[in-house]
């Protein structure tokens, strides 16, 4: 249970959702807890490690840094708890086999444990056990666990024996990996400070796992594969309700406070036979292996701390594993070039591509003692490179190939303003014209759901359609497209999701659907369905104290706002002012009738400091004045508190961005510094697009999604927001290239959302059993304002790794370092060696060259188009005792710069002052 208060569609999970339901923290304080008998344990030091371990089961107790032995990476506090039968951790084995022609057989130390017997220590090793009592009476394997001290590493190795008469197929072999990732009982303070979070690069030999603890502090923990050991899947350890062909599980309650642990897994031929038979494409091919009656084979992992997450692929260098780093990302539209530079203990021998000719990767040389490679996108989709290296180790990088960006924003807007269109229905809810949710599966609206936000337009799972195609308009409008928008906003949303006028002007309802089978009979699906608390009565739905709804209202004021400021006639049935007044109306009205979630950060929350900016740059200082007064009061409030990223969840992902907003606007840097931080603990870089900048979510498959389960989303809305804030922080800092890397990573790992028809899916199902993106768009919409927001080019001069381009192609030319923007909006450039941050309001950028020895910037403009004929610029300089630039044309308005556009490119030479 939770200690942290929360309510509204995420207070309960769906009912047979999670093995565990989360109830207000009352109650949960109310029931009176278990006592467990006290577990002893052998203590040991090794290296930079304290260890303990189970005197009974020999198994892993405590793990912590000596210069911090309150703190352990895995679950001590619950070790009591956590002690009897069913329980996994850290030197258990999973192992599914099975003799010529028969079936598979499953066997799990875990699952009914038995006396171990004690096996001869000393030298390195630090204890040692047979442990094939507990693998079960009929195991044909005799196993054996070593825990070694590794030259100052704490290595867990098994020794599996045949001990059979007949040949035996390894069809899975698995050692569960169990970190302190349970939240229950703790609040945020105690969560960042005592709880880490595990990332996996599921590269084979490559492979290894990264715990970060939630307050992004050093050290962190890397468990590496000992030879022969490769993670070639990252299995969930599922409760024993869920899986219902294995004992490869774990009795801990898995819910909104505990995504659960995971098995290392080195063999998963006998998987892919069963539970995975119906699964997408799995990170790596999967494989077995047929030990000889007699046969031995050793697996196992060590590891070791690196003093903080930015130290990481350090660590892995000094321990002689396979680094490689993936520039701009993983994320490589057909039309951009890419680059990965390898850093091995051998050469690399052989690079294939899955499928075949997928991606290309071609060797161009090296960089400062690392091997480069360039790589071109050739095949739309999910593809895998090999590298195969001349000592037999085998790295796999997990690659996603999009359309060229414009297209995929093209297709996105299209989609949504077409497919996902609902109007002339006669709809009793008021929800016409609308942008609705969609379920690709069944390729039709969702117009009902017993969630019944899904289906009414706001909450998260009900407006992320819709916010999607209002955000695309931001950098991209398109004439018809936000035609329909600005009749779905002024019909639909204001009057009836919004309040028009009156004393609770600008207030939003939680969702214009609800369940009232007596006021409409036979109109729902499914009546065994709509049994839950989900399934909103009128009053309900008619609630307006859900702050979380009032960015995306204020979004779609604010975007048809910019619209009609910077391209004219498109915008049609009011004018600018109109649009820009109805933002502010709704942030007022925010702060006025949803006071307390107000208190926490929202996703899209930055919104708000746009609005603000425009406000003051148009003149409306009486409103501007009020809304920062509102504002600085949640500021204020945030600044006293150590962790501020309380939510409606008992720990969340989505307020850190709009915390970090309003830090930096009230000029509240140490906060912002500890934001950031926080971020990098839950928002890895790692060599796969999947997890690169995957921001940590786990939960939101049962409020948005249509397959509803507890499991790590890939690419989550929280991917593309919490890039917001780390760009901002790489710009004022361009120095710290990790966070450039991460932004990256989770800006476009929101564009693989996006199919080829422009469905953009709520988030992909990470577990192996699935492996696809989930058939319902949901909330994606709320990660795409992320893109949309900061959709970016970046030039960068890296001392590693030379001239880099993030969304663009860099040429060296005798003028200079020229850029090509080819990312989803080419309306704004970082040029890094100068700290000069150049954004259009209006207008598109169509080269960039950068001249070091006098600092100087030509940008070329596309021509004037009917709806742009001026472009809109402004310059801003991020680095301390950077010179400014000013441009050779333009008139200087609302602070940017208005330039004429002609039909020819346009060239503006920014020059140093």
Not at 516 to 530: A, E, G, S
Not at 818 to 846: E, N
Request: charged letters at 20%; hydrophobic letters at 40%; proline letters at 7%.
């Amino acid at each position: 249970m939770r200690t942290a208060r929360f309510f509204g569609p995420a207070a309960l999970l769906l009912a047979g959702a999670s093995s565990a339901v989360c109830v207000p923290a009352l109650k949960a304080q109310e029931q009176p807890k278990p006592v467990y008998p006290p577990v002893h344990t052998t203590p040991y030091k090794v290296g930079n490690f304290e260890v303990a371990l189970r005197s009974d089961t020999q198994t892993l107790a405590r793990l912590s840094p000596v210069a911090e032995p309150a703190f352990s990476f895995v679950p001590t506090a619950r070790e009591p708890e956590r002690a009897g039968d069913g329980y996994n951790h850290i030197g258990d084995l999973n192992l599914r086999v099975r003799t010529p022609g028969g079936e598979w057989r499953d066997f799990a130390s875990a699952h009914a444990r038995k006396p171990i017997r004690l096996l001869p220590a000393g030298g390195k090793v630090l204890a040692a056990a047979d442990i094939s009592a507990s693998m079960g009476v009929d195991a044909p394997v005799r196993v054996e666990r070593r825990w070694v001290n590794e030259a100052g590493l704490l290595g867990l190795r098994f020794r599996i024996t045949n001990s059979s008469k007949q040949p035996l197929e390894i069809g899975a072999l698995g050692m569960p990996m169990v970190f302190d990732n349970v939240i229950s009982d703790r609040n945020l303070d105690q969560a960042h400070a005592e709880a880490s979070f595990v990332d996996p690069y599921i590269g084979r030999d490559a492979g290894y796992l990264q715990v970060t603890r939630l307050n992004g502090q050093g050290p962190a923990l890397l468990v590496l594969p000992e030879k022969g050991s490769p993670l070639e899947a990252y299995a969930p350890l599922k409760n024993p309700r869920e899986a219902k062909e294995s004992i490869f599980t774990d009795k801990s309650p898995r819910g909104q406070t505990s995504e659960g642990f995971y098995d290392w897994t080195v063999h998963s031929i006998g998987y892919a036979d069963r539970e995975w038979k119906d699964a997408g494409e799995q990170w790596n091919a999967p494989t077995g292996r047929t030990l000889a009656p007699g046969q031995t084979i050793e697996v196992g992992v060590r590891m070791t701390q690196t003093p903080s997450i930015r130290g990481i692929e350090d660590t892995l260098i000094a321990s002689k594993r396979p680094v490689a780093v993936g520039i701009p990302g993983y994320v490589v539209p057909a039309d951009q070039n890419a680059t990965l530079f390898v850093k091995a203990p051998s050469a690399i021998r052989k690079i294939e591509s899955f499928p075949a000719g997928a991606v290309e990767a071609t060797p161009a040389g090296s960089q400062k003692g690392w091997a480069k490679l360039n790589v071109r996108g050739k095949q739309w989709g999910q593809a895998r490179l090999t590298l195969t290296y001349t000592d037999g180790q085998v790295q796999t990088v997990s690659y996603f190939v999009t359309k060229p960006l414009e297209q995929t924003m093209a297709d996105l807007g299209r989609f949504s303003t077409t497919k996902q269109w609902y109007e002339g229905k006669g709809d009793p809810f008021g929800r016409s014209p609308a942008i609705l949710t969609y379920d690709n599966e069944l390729r039709k609206i969702v117009d009902q759901d017993p969630r019944v936000w899904v289906a009414g337009m706001s909450d998260e799972g009900g407006g992320g359609s819709w916010v999607a195609a209002m955000m695309k308009q931001l950098d991209n409008p398109e004439a018809g497209e936000v035609a329909r928008l600005e009749r779905m906003v002024t019909e639909t949303v204001v009057g009836n999701l919004q309040v028009a006028d009156g004393p609770q002007a600008g207030a939003v309802k939680k969702s214009l659907f609800y369940y009232d089978p007596v006021k409409f009979p036979n109109f729902y699906k499914d009546p065994d369905k709509w049994k839950s608390w989900t399934s909103w009565k009128e009053k309900d739905a008619n609630d307006l104290g859900r702050a979380y709804n009032y960015p995306h209202v204020a979004i779609g004021h604010w975007v048809l706002y910019r619209t009609a400021r910077n391209h004219p006639g498109m915008v049609k049935t009011h004018d600018w002012r109109w649009y820009l007044d109805k933002a502010y109306i709704t942030t007022v009205a925010m702060m006025r009738d949803a006071p307390y979630y107000a208190e926490f950060g929202l996703m899209e929350g930055d919104v708000f400091v746009d609005i603000l900016k425009d406000l003051k740059r148009e003149g409306l200082t009486a409103e501007a004045t009020e809304m920062e007064r509102l504002m600085k009061k949640r500021a204020d409030h945030w600044r006293t508190l150590k962790f501020p990223f309380g939510s409606e969840m008992p720990w969340d992902s989505t307020g850190q961005p709009e915390v970090y907003a309003w830090m930096r606007y009230f000029d509240y840097q140490p906060q912002a510094d500890v934001t950031r931080e926080v971020i990098l603990g839950y928002d890895p870089t790692i060599p796969s697009w999947g997890y690169n900048g995957n921001a940590r979510r786990y939960w939101d498959f049962l409020y948005g999604g249509k397959y509803s389960r507890i499991e790590r989303q890939i690419h989550h809305y929280g991917s593309a927001l919490n890039a917001v804030p780390l760009f901002d922080a790489y710009r004022q800092n361009p120095k710290d290239l990790h966070l450039l890397r991460v932004a990256y990573g989770g800006l476009m790992g929101g564009i693989t959302n996006i199919d080829q028809a422009g469905f953009s899916s709520a988030a992909f199902h990470a577990w192996p059993d699935m492996m696809k993106w989930d058939p319902l768009s949901g909330d994606y919409g709320m990660g795409f304002y992320g893109h949309a927001l900061t959709a970016a080019t970046y030039l960068v001069n890296d001392p590693t790794f030379g001239w880099l381009g993030f969304g663009g192609d860099v040429t060296m030319g005798k003028d200079g370092v020229q850029i090509q923007p080819k990312d989803g909006a080419r309306s704004r450039v970082f040029v890094a060696p100068a700290g000069a941050w150049i954004t259009l309001d209006a207008g598109k950028i169509a080269n960039l060259v950068y001249t070091p020895v006098n600092g100087a910037i030509m940008l070329m403009l596309d021509p004037a188009t009917a709806t742009t004929p001026i472009a809109r610029l402004r310059i801003e300089t991020t680095l301390p005792g950077a010179k400014a630039l000013t441009p050779s044309t333009g008139t200087l308005e609302r602070g940017g710069y208005t330039i004429p556009l002609g039909n020819a490119p346009t060239f503006v030479k920014l020059s140093p002052n």
